[in-house]
C-alpha cells in the first residue's frame, strides 16, 4: 500500500540523474523504491518463467452442500522470498500493464484445467475468473478471451467473470457493451466486492448481470455489527428480485453461515469449507459427490 506509483518513481528517476539531489533521499524512501523495483522484477521474471500459479477456492451450493464453481485466484511463489500476496502484485502489475500478460496467463491455466477436469469427468463445475479494471477496458479483451475459450476447449458456460463495480462504473455504455457480447459468448458474469463501490441500485439493471459477490468485510461483521446483518439481508432480496443469485465471500464461521442459509443466500465460499487449493489439493474436494 505504502509502494509508490509509476509517477513517483520516474519522478526520483530524473532527480537521481541530477546532481545534488541525492541528500532528499531518506533511507526509508529508497528502501521502499527499492523494494518496489524489486517486486516488479519478480513479477515479470515470474511471468516469464511460469512461476505463477493458479489455486481454486470452491463456492458451495448452499442447497446441496456440492461445489457449485470455483475461484481462480494467483499464486505467486518466489524461490528465496516465499508467497508474494495477490493483494502486493495485483495493483502492481495494474498499474505497470504486466497485468495483461498476467491476467490472459491466469485465464488460460484456468481454463485449461477445468477443460483437463471435465474431460476427466472429475468436476461438473464452473470457474470464476477475475478481471481487474484496466483488463475490463483493454479493446481486444473479448476477442482475446473467447480466442483462449477456443483454444482450451472449454465450454463458455463454464466460466464466470468476476468484475468489480467500480470498473463498471467507468463508462457504463462501454462496460454494456463488453458484458453483452461475453454474454452473447455464453459466459456468466458475476460482480465482484459487492457492496464496497459507488454504485447505484439503479444502474444495476441496466447491467446484464447473473451474480452479486457480497463482499467479505460485510460478512466479517455481520455477527458484530447489527447493521451489517440488515445490509446483507437486504442485498439478497434486491439481488433475487432482479433475478441475480448472490455468492457471499469470506464465510469463516458456522454463525455466518447459517446466517446466511436463513437469509437464502444461494452460494457461500471461504475458510470455513476451504482455502484456495493447489491443482493436486483441489482434485479430490471436487469430486462430484464430495459434499462440503
Ligand atoms: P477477491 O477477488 O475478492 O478474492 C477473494 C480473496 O479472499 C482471495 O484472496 C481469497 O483467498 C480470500 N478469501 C477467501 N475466503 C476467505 C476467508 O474466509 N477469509 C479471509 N480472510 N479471506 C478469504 P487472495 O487470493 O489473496 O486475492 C486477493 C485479491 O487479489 C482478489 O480478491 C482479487 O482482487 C485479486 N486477484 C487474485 N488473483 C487474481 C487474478 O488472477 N486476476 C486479478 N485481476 N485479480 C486477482
Ligand atoms: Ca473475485
Ligand atoms: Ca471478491
Ligand atoms: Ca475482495
Known sequence: QDLLSNADLALIRAKTHCKGYHHFYTPDLNERVQ???????????ALDEQMIQVYFQPVIDMETGRLSSSEALARLFH??????????????AEEN??????????????????AAWLELGVVDASVGINLSARQ???????????GILQETGLSPDRVTIEITENSLMQDIDESVRTLRRFKDAGLQISI???GTG????SYLKTLPVDQLKIDRSFIRDLMVRDNQAAIVTAIISMAHSMHMRVVAEGVETKQQFD??????????QGYYFSKPLSVIHAQPHFEKETVF
Open 97 to 114: 500493464g504486466l497485468i495483461y500478460r498476467l491476467g490472459e496467463y491466469v485465464f488460460r491455466q484456468a481454463c485449461s484445467q477445468y
Open 35 to 45: 523494494h518496489r523495483i524489486y517486486l516488479e522484477e519478480t513479477v515479470r521474471t
Open 259 to 268: 446466517f446466511l442459509k436463513q437469509s437464502s443466500c444461494d452460494y457461500v
Open 192 to 194: 465482484d466486492d459487492f
Open 79 to 92: 524461490p528465496e522470498r516465499g508467497e508474494i500476496p495477490p493483494g502486493q502484485f495485483i495493483p502492481l
Open 136 to 146: 475490463f477496458i483493454q479493446p481486444n479483451l473479448v476477442d482475446n478471451l473467447l
Open 198 to 201: 459507488y454504485s447505484s441500485l
